[in-house]
């Protein structure tokens, strides 16, 4: 119980009973207004002696609805489960017979009507039944769906379709260990999940989609069934469908389905689930046997496993100079599997060399053929600007670019592309205040380009083609590249505390930063990723060599006989004002997150500083001497909260494009 303060400052009781009925809540309000509550457990209640009259009408009432819901409605040769032999539970994270039966019930209700219904969809979660087999009631219907939601029929576009299964697949992994209740089963439509390509769909803070995946998709292959030729064919991200499911997911977007949200409604509310089910099994052909509808052992659902609508497979991207993980391998993937590019070699993509003007050009003619082309080794930004603009038909462009300190550097044919595709949101300025018109397109983030204008072309608010009818153009961000420098390493441990190395550390939150960041869509490079030992002045030319825009090194502070001494602080090269923009960045952020005691933002002539040619800081994330920080900085969780906070500092001080 807590006291809390509603809208007009009045005080409010707060008061719940737990969950899945474990407890009966009492709230007891005393002759002195004293209010007190406490939970109730079957236990607690076992001595009370139920009201005579009440309990008649409950047993009654009850005895009445169990009649009706134990009449016998159908039959099952087959078992539908949702389980394997080893009693682990397979609903949430790969297709069942279970989720088949559930989905085909949804389609048939709405084909039985009479209406145009193209895919069915059933979230996992709704589903929660063991082995069913033999006879089945009603109340069998009701231990499948238990929550008694109903059946809406709404039109979507392929576009929403597919991340609506995108985001269904987002926790699948190869060994199936991460269950999702969102993970959606599906009829008249089949699609397969590659779990080697990383989930990179977006979400906000409570977990709620909010966009499309910045890298490849992972859910391809998606084939509709054409109820009139019984022929799938390829779902049209630009078509119209007409899509069946429950209130749940369809209509209050639960387990996140945002992209559902303003769908146009066909029919709501039509019937509950469970009625749902029973009304699909009626409509199986009555057995001389049972005499009573039966699901065949020859049909569909004699597998647990499904009838092979969802394929997972998990397939890493054919090169040998693309890490499985890296932020660009989805868009690799999508690429080469789209034929918009092809590797340098047949073994290796070349992610971080230049694209050459020619392999640019050819990329997106494949997309929207054009005469404009570039030529040489390399393309800058503006010359990509140019080959968009052109494609987009030369449009007129008023974009003020006077915002950028370098827009005088434009040269004078580009000024207009430029200001076009900035104002599209095809460029974005960097953290700086610059726009960068003589950046180097590496491969890497070519493929990203090309894929996201590849999607965009094809989908509803694509970018405007001479050849497409869309109006809206594709958005795209510059990849920022990030150094992380986990510091020491090898035979240089750092500081050492109760057998701790401090090398230990830094790498340990050094992997999970580069996660957060490489999810958040930056290029990542690690100074090294194991106990590996590597010089200052390495470190330093490391970053310099990839063009890094930020350096971000990470270490754990000591001082000696000082057990009590504890907090965070940042450092930045004296000279260096953007670098202390980073520093302070990254120091109010992670102090934020973390709870850490902030020591501030300091400058030093330390070598990572000096010699790296971007903005650059240097954190120290806790005292080691203090045996209170240690225990936190060994500790996973306080870990994470570092690495969240050091990268929600990148992100604040990268900004939102300009």
């Given at each position: 119980?807590?006291e809390?303060?509603d809208?007009g400052?009045?005080?409010v ?6 969950s899945y009925?474990d407890?009966v ?11 007190t ?7 607690d ?10 309990k008649?009408?409950e ?5 009445e ?5 134990g009449q016998?409605?159908g039959y099952?040769e087959?078992?539908l ?6 009693g ?7 297709e069942?017979?279970t989720?088949d ?8 209700l709405?084909?039985s009507?009479?209406m145009d219904?193209?895919?069915a969809v059933?979230n996992g979660?709704?589903?929660r039944?063991g ?11 009701k ?5 008694g ?8 576009t392929?576009?929403q ?5 995108e985001?269904?697949?987002k926790?699948?992994?190869?060994d ?6 969102g993970f ?16 990179t769909?977006q ?9 499309g995946?910045?890298g ?13 030729t019984?022929v ?7 078509g ?10 369809l209509?209050n977007l639960?387990?996140?389905?945002a ?16 009625m749902?089910?029973a009304?699909?099994?009626?409509s ?5 046997a049972?005499?009573l509808p039966?699901i065949s ?5 004699a597998?647990?496993n499904?009838s092979?609508r969802i ?7 054919g090169?040998a ?12 993937s999508?690429v ?10 047949e ?6 060399a230049p694209i ?9 003619n ?5 005469e404009?082309?570039?030529g040489g080794?390399s393309?800058?930004r ?8 052109i494609?987009?038909g ?9 915002a950028?300190?370098?827009a005088?550097?434009?040269s004078g044919?580009?000024?207009t592309?430029?200001a076009?595709?900035v104002?599209?949101g ?5 953290g700086n ?9 590496t491969r890497a983030?070519?493929a990203?380009?090309v894929m996201r ?13 001479p050849n ?6 594709v958005?795209?961000e ?13 035979r240089?441990?750092?500081a ?5 190395s401090?090398?230990?550390i830094?790498l340990a939150?050094a992997?999970k930063l580069?996660a957060?960041l490489t999810a958040?869509g ?16 390495e470190r ?6 990839f063009g890094?825009?930020l350096?971000v ?6 001082m000696?006989?000082?057990?009590n001494?504890q907090?965070?602080?940042t450092?930045?090269?004296p000279?260096n004002?953007?670098g202390?923009?980073l520093?302070?960045?990254i120091?109010?952020?992670?102090c934020?997150?973390t709870g ?25 994330m806790?005292y080691?001497s203090s045996?209170?920080e ?8 306080y870990?994470d ?9 990148i ?8």
């Amino acid at each position: 119980m807590e006291e809390v303060t509603d809208e007009g400052g009045g005080a409010v009781i707060l008061t719940q009973t737990g969950s899945y009925l474990d407890a009966v809540g009492q709230l007891t309000i005393a002759a002195d207004g004293t209010i007190t509550t406490e939970l109730l457990t079957a236990e607690d209640l076992s001595g009370l002696t139920p009201d005579p009259e009440v309990k008649a009408l409950e047993d009654a009432w009850i005895s009445e609805i169990d009649e009706q819901l134990g009449q016998v409605i159908g039959y099952a040769e087959v078992t539908l489960d949702n389980y394997d032999a080893e009693g682990s539970r397979l609903v949430r994270k790969q297709e069942t017979n279970t989720g088949d039966f559930a989905a085909d019930a949804l389609y048939h209700l709405f084909d039985s009507m009479g209406m145009d219904v193209d895919v069915a969809v059933m979230n996992g979660g709704g589903i929660r039944n063991g082995a069913v087999t033999g006879e089945i009631t009603y109340q069998t219907c009701k231990e499948i769906h238990t929550f008694g939601n109903v059946a809406c029929l709404i039109t979507v576009t392929g576009q929403q379709l597919l991340d609506a299964l995108e985001w269904g697949a987002k926790d699948m992994t190869a060994d199936g260990a991460v269950e999702n209740g969102g993970f959606l089963h599906v009829s008249g439509l089949r699609y397969t999940v590659n779990t080697a390509i990383p989930s990179t769909v977006q979400q906000d803070e409570l977990g709620v989609w909010t966009g499309g995946p910045t890298g490849g998709y992972r859910v391809t292959a998606v084939e509709v069934l054409n109820n009139e030729t019984g022929v799938y064919e390829p779902l049209s991200l630009t078509g119209v469908y007409n899509l069946a499911g429950y209130n749940y997911t369809l209509r209050n977007l639960g387990d996140g389905f945002a992209m559902f949200d303003g769908a146009v409604n066909v029919l709501d509310y039509v019937a509950e689930d469970y009625m749902v089910l029973a009304d699909y099994l009626q409509s199986f052909p009555v057995d001389e046997a049972t005499g009573l509808p039966t699901i065949s052992v020859g049909s569909q659902y004699a597998d647990v496993n499904g009838s092979g609508r969802i394929t997972i497979v998990h397939e890493p991207v054919g090169y040998a100079d693309v890490a499985e993980g890296a932020w660009y391998a989805g868009a690799v993937s999508y690429v080469t599997a789209n034929g918009l590019m092809a590797g340098a070699t047949e073994t290796t993509f070349a992610p971080n060399a230049p694209i050459t003007g020619a392999d640019l050009t050819a990329a997106l003619n494949a997309i929207a053929p054009a005469e404009a082309e570039t030529g040489g080794q390399s393309v800058t930004r503006e010359a990509l600007a140019a080959l968009l603009w052109i494609r987009a038909g030369s449009p007129a462009a008023g974009a003020d670019l006077s915002a950028f300190s370098d827009a005088d550097s434009i040269s004078g044919e580009n000024r207009t592309a430029m200001a076009w595709a900035v104002s599209q949101g095809l460029l974005a300025g960097y953290g700086n205040g610059t726009l960068g018109p003589d950046g180097i397109l590496t491969r890497a983030q070519a493929a990203t380009v090309v894929m996201r204008l590849h999607q965009a072309v094809l989908s509803e608010g694509g970018l405007a083609l001479p050849n497409d009818s869309q109006q809206t153009a594709v958005q795209w961000e510059r990849q920022f590249t990030v150094v992380i420098d986990p510091g020491h390493g090898g035979r240089q441990p750092g500081a050492h505390y109760s057998g701790v190395s401090e090398k230990e550390i830094n790498l340990a939150v050094a992997l999970k930063l580069e996660a957060l960041l490489t999810a958040r869509g930056y290029q990542v490079v690690m100074t090294r990723s194991d106990d590996t030992g590597i010089g200052l002045y390495e470190r330093a030319e490391l970053a310099n060599a990839f063009g890094a825009d930020l350096f971000v090194s990470l270490h754990s502070n000591a001082m000696a006989n000082a057990p009590n001494f504890q907090g965070i602080l940042t450092y930045h090269y004296p000279s260096n004002s953007s670098g202390a923009e980073l520093a302070q960045s990254i120091q109010t952020a992670v102090c934020q997150v973390t709870g850490g005691t902030d020591r501030g933002v300091r400058s030093a002539d330390f070598v990572v500083l000096r010699e790296t040619d971007m903005s650059a800081a240097l954190v120290e994330m806790g005292y080691m001497s203090s045996p209170g920080e240690l225990a936190r900085l060994l500790d996973a969780s306080y870990q994470d909260k570092l690495a969240q906070g050091i990268a929600e500092g990148i992100a604040q001080y990268l900004g939102a494009p300009e």
